[in-house]
């Protein structure tokens, strides 16, 4: 059975309260999962998590729960629920390439866009996306 993960992330309470709400993340990626056929296999949510910080325990469970069991999608609302770093140990790119070394693809659930970064397509792509962000 084709697997997903969902991950959910506000910085603040007042983004939680009135920007992006957790449950609207969740909703919108659990819709995503439902079109994509699989099976949400685990919910992982950080409240008050900023994307610039490196001790986000929460985010690195998630990375390790589809390294470990294979997960083939890993939805999420966008590209910044990664991360705010550019460069470094935390950065985005590097989540982004341990899921691609084990064949997740990521889903970002506010556009519907499905990247796999195995693919010369899928790398571009999720590259001009951060480059506009």
């Given at each position: 059975?084709?697997?997903?993960?969902?991950?959910?992330?506000?910085?603040?309470?007042?983004?939680?309260?009135?920007?992006?709400?957790?449950?609207?993340?969740?909703d919108?990626?659990?819709?995503w999962a439902?079109?994509?056929?699989?099976?949400?296999?685990?919910?992982?949510?950080?409240?008050g998590?900023?994307?610039?910080?490196m001790h986000?325990?929460?985010?690195l469970n998630?990375?390790q729960?589809?390294?470990k069991?294979?997960?083939?999608?890993?939805?999420?609302?966008?590209?910044f629920?990664?991360s705010?770093q550019?460069?470094?140990?935390?950065s985005?790119?590097?989540?982004?390439?341990r899921?691609?070394r084990?064949?997740?693809?990521?889903?970002?659930?506010s556009?519907?866009?499905?990247?796999?970064?195995?693919?010369?397509?899928?790398?571009l792509r999720?590259?001009?996306?951060?480059l506009?962000?």
């Amino acid at each position: 059975m084709t697997t997903a993960v969902i991950h959910a992330r506000v910085s603040t309470d007042e983004q939680a309260a009135e920007q992006l709400p957790i449950k609207s993340q969740v909703d919108a990626d659990y819709a995503w999962a439902e079109k994509l056929g699989a099976k949400v296999g685990q919910v992982f949510i950080e409240e008050g998590a900023s994307g610039r910080s490196m001790h986000r325990g929460v985010f690195l469970n998630a990375i390790q729960y589809c390294e470990k069991h294979k997960v083939k999608y890993f939805i999420t609302w966008d590209a910044f629920r990664f991360s705010r770093q550019s460069r470094g140990s935390h950065s985005a790119s590097v989540f982004k390439e341990r899921l691609a070394r084990v064949g997740t693809q990521i889903v970002y659930s506010s556009s519907g866009l499905t990247v796999d970064l195995r693919t010369p397509e899928g790398f571009l792509r999720e590259g001009m996306d951060e480059l506009l962000e």
